[in-house]
């Protein structure tokens, strides 16, 4: 675990610039918003892509009634929705940020319910009858020259600008997720993202939870990937409590990975072709991805929320089919395969579609962190397999697919090779799976030393963090999720302006965001 | 006979009376028809089965569907244009029908037949646009509105080609009237007669009367992913029902003026010089030659349908200003000096 290095309020942006420029950390992995009882504060987890140097800092305040930070939004894109999320959860204004509105909760919440002394349940936040009332203009802490703050109000949307809502019940959102679009004709001016209608409040459950409780959650944030949430999780705890599993849950976890990778490129192909119009196609991706669905019924019991890991392994032994079955599908895909090309990436209408739209560079996705398979459309490396390898990706042999265009088409057959790729570390996994036990033994009630510490695993859509603070109790002091989607989600705005908006509906389905995931 | 019991005025309105009963009864049947074909047919495409649990193979699904339209209620909206709103399915509707009525189905079966009989069924297809767009305006919905707009767009574009191809075949047929445009083919549908400009002008016409059903890749104005349903989205029960209803006619429509046009209507398949093997054709009554091709060209729109993915709306435009104007107009110069020259079948 890297060491947090903490830099006083004071000399805060200096500091943080001079990284930026100096030691070129240009990915902000993930931003967590922090209450140390007597401080507030946030956590930043920082890498370099050109030199893969990592490094975590922190800053706080002590002012607990009126806390303000700078901004680090001008730096990072991916600071803009990070630190409204943490306004809205901790109540810290940054200054200099353009848009400090509530992210999640509704404009009318009382409180900041992740602060430690505030009781989210209590009579200042009755169940509202009310609609939640859409506000068009924003305010920002605004520092003057001369030293003073002062607020401004900055305009969303003005009164003559044709605004139309995508979503919250949309088709094409996949989820309760809200764009609210200016249009001129069929042409995007300015979009805004809402986030919030499926805000569960998972991080603030987990910090009243215990270890093995709050793993359950994690199934329940991006469901197309809840493997790999749960992966990430388990890993993040047994490395706070030095556990080592044995190599048979390694490789376990490992297939069952691709295998949800595979089940969630396939349910993108799906997606991704309806919104299109192309309907036929909808069913291949699905009637493949219902093979996955059945493999996994049979180990773990479960169809969409797995369950599967555990603390120090996984909650059963491979079911005694599971390996006939996984090498069964393994040719099934690969013969089947060609049948997507035909009836959907050949044709010349998915080409016009796609090609050329909604292109986002390969800057613009390191800054606003957009990892996955749109961040290596854009021709950035950033599968966390290559580059922190976890389980037995350092055992197997895959290319790391990447595309340098950064549009649309790109982003799909990103994700199209990579089912490819998925099989393929599958095949070289299976007939190797290790004779071992499937759990380590633990104590009933878990502790994990103080401390804190993250873990990050690459998910269907990018890379999945968790951040874990303990202070030796039974359940954690503060834990983060890095959400995959909360970052696609702020890039939309920049690469759909000036698209149609049927194009929308295109960048929407290829940067394969889930909603729950956005919105934890 | 009925003009010896009552006064001729009265025979004639009792006449249309009875011929518009049956239009209409056929036009419902027709729907039915094409609604379960194209449940079948798409659901065979995407490697389902379709509707199989209402009656033998799902047959009586559309009938409960038709009821379950007719008992649901009509949502009035508020803010809306009331009178707009509530005449726009109507217009849809009539146009269609008027449209509908001018086909002939069979020898002397067609309704409307007078010597500019293609020239009014254009006409009466295109006031169907007036009806979607006051379906957009009426309904005060934002999404309502893109989809009328992009329809009108749509529509009123690929009136030009659908016109100037069928404007190629009446270089060819030499008559705008339905019966004697059947007649003509008695000896080789056009299709062949035409050859190469024939062939083109089909499937011009076939791209460009998909666009004019809203349908296939061309379904932007209901683009139910990017609009919800586009200019129907506010419209409930049988208002719903008669936009439903007119879209698979519409595509009918299209399909049987092609098969009258291009394929001899209920002409059977003839060929010059082999009168036993005429003889046996004209056996198989004139309908059913009508309503094979029809759905013969009808299965070519679902396919086509359920095969591609969706246009964008400049994309559509594109195709038709840049593309199939251009082609439909030097297509028609070819189309006169072969007639002139003679060198047709």
């Known amino acids: 675990m890297n060491e947090i290095i903490e830099i006083p309020l004071e000399r805060f942006r200096d500091e943080v610039l001079k990284l930026r420029t100096e030691k070129q950390m240009d990915f902000l992995e993930s931003l967590t918003g922090m209450d140390w009882g007597e401080s507030l504060g946030v956590i930043y987890h920082l890498e370099s892509t050109v030199t893969g140097e990592k490094m975590v800092i922190k800053t706080s305040t002590n002012n607990r009634e009126n806390p303000e930070l700078p901004t680090v939004s001008d730096i990072w894109k991916a600071a803009e929705l990070n630190e409204r999320e943490v306004y809205d959860f901790y109540g810290i204004r940054f200054i200099n940020h353009p848009d400090m509105r509530r992210l999640y909760l509704r404009n009318d919440w009382v409180g900041y319910p992740m602060r430690k002394d505030d009781d989210p349940m209590d009579e200042r936040n009755p169940l509202r009858m009310n609609n939640e009332e859409t506000i068009d203009s924003t305010t920002e802490l605004k520092l003057n020259s001369d030293g003073t703050l002062e607020d401004q109000e900055n305009i969303i949307f003005d009164d003559r600008e044709y605004v139309i809502n995508i979503g919250p019940q949309h088709p094409a959102t996949h989820g309760v997720l809200r764009f609210r679009v200016s249009l001129e004709g069929e042409t995007i001016k300015k979009l805004d993202a809402n986030c919030g209608y499926i805000h569960r409040g998972i991080e603030k459950m987990c910090e009243s939870l215990t270890y093995p409780q709050t793993l359950a959650l994690t199934d329940r944030l991006d469901y197309l990937g809840a493997h790999q949430n749960r992966h990430a999780l388990c890993m993040c705890i047994e490395k706070a409590m030095g556990v080592e599993v044995s190599e048979r849950v390694q490789y376990i976890r490992t297939i069952m990975d691709e295998l949800q990778r595979i089940d969630s490129h396939l349910l993108f192909y799906s997606c991704l072709c309806m919104d299109l119009g192309a309907l036929t196609a909808f069913f291949y991706g699905f009637r493949d991805r219902e093979k996955i669905l059945d493999i996994f019924e049979e180990t773990c019991g479960g169809r969409l929320t797995m369950n599967y890991n555990t603390i120090g392994g996984v909650q059963w032994d491979l079911h005694p089919n599971f390996i006939r079955r996984v090498k069964e599908f393994i040719p099934y895909m690969r013969g089947i395969i060609h049948e997507y090309h035909e009836v959907f990436t050949g044709n010349i209408i998915a080409h016009q579609r796609l090609k050329g739209v909604g292109v986002l560079s390969r800057e613009d996705a390191i800054s606003f962190g957009a990892t996955g398979g749109t961040g290596r459309a854009s021709g950035w490396a950033c599968d966390v397999r290559k580059r922190i390898p976890y389980g037995v990706y350092d055992k197997v042999d895959f290319k790391e697919i990447i595309y340098t265009e950064g549009d649309c088409f790109a982003r799909y057959m990103v994700r199209m090779d990579e089912i490819m790729e998925s099989l393929c570390i599958i095949e070289q996994l299976i007939d190797n799976i290790p004779e071992g036990s499937y759990q380590e033994k633990m104590k009933p009630i878990i502790r994990v030393p103080e401390g804190s510490y993250y873990a990050a695993v690459e998910g269907s859509r990018g890379e999945f963090g968790v951040f874990i603070e303990s202070h030796g109790e039974k359940n954690p002091y503060r834990v983060h999720f890095r959400s995959t989607g909360l970052p696609l989600v702020s890039v939309v705005d920049t690469i759909s302006r000036g698209s149609k908006i049927a194009d929308l509906i295109a960048i929407g389905g290829t940067l394969d965001y889930v909603v729950p995931d956005i919105d934890r | ?345």
């Open chain 2, 1 to 345: 006979m009925l003009t010896s019991l009552m006064p001729e005025g009265l025979a004639v309105f009792i006449e249309c009376v009875v011929i518009g009963v049956c239009i209409i009864l056929m036009y419902a049947i027709l729907a039915i028809i094409l609604i379960y074909m194209e449940r079948k047919v798409c659901a065979f495409f995407q490697c389902r089965l379709g509707p199989n649990r209402v009656g033998k193979w799902g047959s009586m699904q559309v009938f409960a569907d038709v009821i379950k339209m007719l008992i649901k209620e009509i949502i009035s909206l508020k803010h809306s244009d009331r009178f707009l709103y509530e005449l726009a399915p109507y217009m849809v509707i009539i146009a269609s029908i008027l449209a509908f009525s001018c086909i002939p189905i069979n020898k002397g079966m067609g309704v409307l037949d007078f010597n500019v009989g293609v020239f009014f069924l254009l006409a009466a297809s295109s006031i169907g646009v007036v009806g979607i767009l006051l379906a957009g305006w009426g309904s005060n919905n934002k999404f309502s509105l893109i989809g009328a707009m992009r329809s009108g767009a749509q529509i009123i574009s690929y009136e030009l080609s659908v016109g100037l191809s069928i404007l190629t075949m009446v270089v060819l047929m030499g008559t705008m009237q339905f019966s004697e445009i059947v007649e003509g083919q008695a000896d080789g549908w056009f299709i062949f007669k035409g050859h190469i400009p024939a062939l083109i002008a089909f499937v011009i016409y076939l791209i460009a009367g998909n666009a004019e059903t809203n349908r296939g890749p061309f379904d932007l104005p209901e683009a139910e992913s990017e609009l919800t349903a586009g200019y129907h989205t506010e419209y409930s029960g049988m208002h719903f029902g008669f936009f439903y209803l007119a879209e698979y006619l519409n595509m009918f429509i299209v399909a049987s003026v092609a098969a009258t046009i291009f394929l001899g209507g209920w002409m059977p398949f003839h060929v010059v010089g082999l009168d036993s093997f005429n003889t046996v054709m004209d056996y198989i009554p004139g309908f059913i030659w009508f309503f094979g091709k029809a759905f013969f060209v009808v299965f070519l729109l679902m396919w086509i349908k359920w095969t591609f993915p969706r246009l964008r709306i400049d994309q559509i435009l594109k195709l038709e200003w840049k593309y199939l104007v251009p082609i439909s107009m030097v297509n028609l110069v070819i189309m006169v000096l072969i007639v002139v020259f003679g060198l047709h079948f």
